[in-house]
C-alpha cells in the first residue's frame, strides 16, 4: 500500500513538470511472447499490446510518460484432469501502470524506457464448479503483481503541429517470475511493433 501511495503522489506530481506541452496518446500492436520455464522448457505465444498515455514535455528532447497498459499472450492452455476431462481453457493477461521516459534523438526519431508495475490474471472458462486446481480457474482471476521493462524504438511521422503517427518497436521482459498455468515459475520475454496515434494538447 505505501509503494501504491508513492506512486500515486509522484504522478500527481508530472502536470507541473510540463514546461513544453501535454501529449495524449493511443498505441497497440502484436507482437510473439517466448515463456522460459524454470524446469527447462519454453513456450511462444502471439500477443497484443494495448495503452493509454498521458505524456508530460519537460523539453524539446524529453518526456515523462505514464498511463495504462494491457497485454494479452495467448498461451492457450488446456487443463484436464486424471479421467481426461476438459477443466480449463486460458490465456495470459496482464494489466499495468507504466511509467517511462522518451528521449528524442531527432525530430522524429526517439528511444524509450519504461518500468510496468503489473498484475498478472488468467482469462478463461473454467468448466466445472469444483476445479481439480489449488487455485481457482475462473476468468479473470487474479494471479499475483509482476514487475515489467520495457525498451523501444520509435519514429514519428508528423501530421501536423498536434498529431502524429508513430511506428514504435518494443521489447520487454519480465523482471519478476511468471507464474505458468501448470503452477510453474518462468520468465517472460516479448517483443513486437505499435502504432501509436499522438495528440499534442498544448
Same mark, same amino acid.
Given at each position: 500500500?505505501? *509503494?501504491?501511495? %508513492?506512486?500515486?503522489?509522484?504522478?500527481?506530481?508530472?502536470?507541473?513538470?510540463?514546461?513544453?506541452?501535454?501529449?495524449?496518446? %493511443?498505441?497497440?500492436?502484436?507482437?510473439?511472447?517466448?515463456?522460459?520455464?524454470? =524446469?527447462?522448457?519454453?513456450? !511462444?505465444?502471439?500477443?497484443?499490446?494495448?495503452?493509454?498515455?498521458?505524456?508530460?514535455?519537460?523539453?524539446?528532447?524529453?518526456?515523462?510518460? !505514464?498511463?495504462?497498459?494491457?497485454?494479452?499472450?495467448?498461451?492457450?492452455?488446456?487443463? !484436464?484432469?486424471?479421467?481426461? $476431462? @476438459?477443466?480449463?481453457?486460458? =490465456?495470459? +493477461?496482464?494489466?499495468?501502470?507504466? +511509467?517511462? +521516459?522518451?528521449?528524442?534523438? !531527432?525530430? $522524429?526519431?526517439?528511444?524509450?524506457?519504461?518500468?510496468?508495475?503489473?498484475?498478472?490474471?488468467?482469462?478463461?472458462?473454467?468448466?466445472?464448479? #469444483?476445479?481439480?486446481?489449488?487455485?481457482?480457474?475462473?476468468?479473470?482471476?487474479?494471479?499475483?503483481?509482476?514487475?515489467?521493462?520495457?525498451?523501444? %524504438?520509435?519514429?514519428?511521422?508528423?501530421?501536423?503541429?498536434?498529431? #502524429?503517427? #508513430?511506428?514504435?518497436? *518494443?521489447?520487454?521482459?519480465?523482471?519478476?517470475? +511468471?507464474?505458468?498455468?501448470?503452477?510453474?515459475?518462468?520468465?517472460?520475454?516479448?517483443?513486437?511493433?505499435?502504432? *501509436? @496515434?499522438?495528440?499534442?494538447?498544448?
Amino acid at each position: 500500500m505505501q *509503494r501504491i501511495l %508513492l506512486l500515486l503522489m509522484t504522478l500527481s506530481t508530472l502536470p507541473m513538470l510540463a514546461q513544453d506541452g501535454l501529449e495524449f496518446s %493511443l498505441s497497440g500492436g502484436p507482437g510473439r511472447s517466448y515463456l522460459i520455464m524454470n =524446469d527447462d522448457t519454453s513456450k !511462444t505465444a502471439a500477443n497484443l499490446q494495448l495503452s493509454v498515455q498521458v505524456g508530460f514535455l519537460l523539453n524539446d528532447k524529453v518526456e515523462l510518460f !505514464t498511463g495504462v497498459q494491457y497485454w494479452q499472450s495467448g498461451f492457450a492452455t488446456s487443463l !484436464t484432469d486424471q479421467g481426461g $476431462n @476438459l477443466v480449463a481453457t486460458a =490465456d495470459y +493477461v496482464t494489466y499495468g501502470l507504466p +511509467v517511462g +521516459v522518451r528521449y528524442y534523438l !531527432t525530430n $522524429n526519431l526517439y528511444g524509450a524506457i519504461r518500468l510496468v508495475p503489473a498484475i498478472q490474471a488468467f482469462a478463461g472458462d473454467d468448466n466445472t464448479s #469444483d476445479p481439480v486446481f489449488a487455485f481457482e480457474f475462473t476468468e479473470g482471476s487474479m494471479r499475483s503483481f509482476h514487475l515489467f521493462g520495457e525498451v523501444n %524504438l520509435g519514429y514519428a511521422i508528423h501530421l501536423s503541429d498536434a498529431f #502524429d503517427i #508513430d511506428l514504435e518497436p *518494443r521489447l520487454g521482459h519480465s523482471f519478476t517470475p +511468471v507464474l505458468d498455468a501448470e503452477g510453474i515459475n518462468g520468465r517472460l520475454f516479448e517483443y513486437g511493433i505499435n502504432i *501509436r @496515434l499522438q495528440y499534442r494538447i498544448w
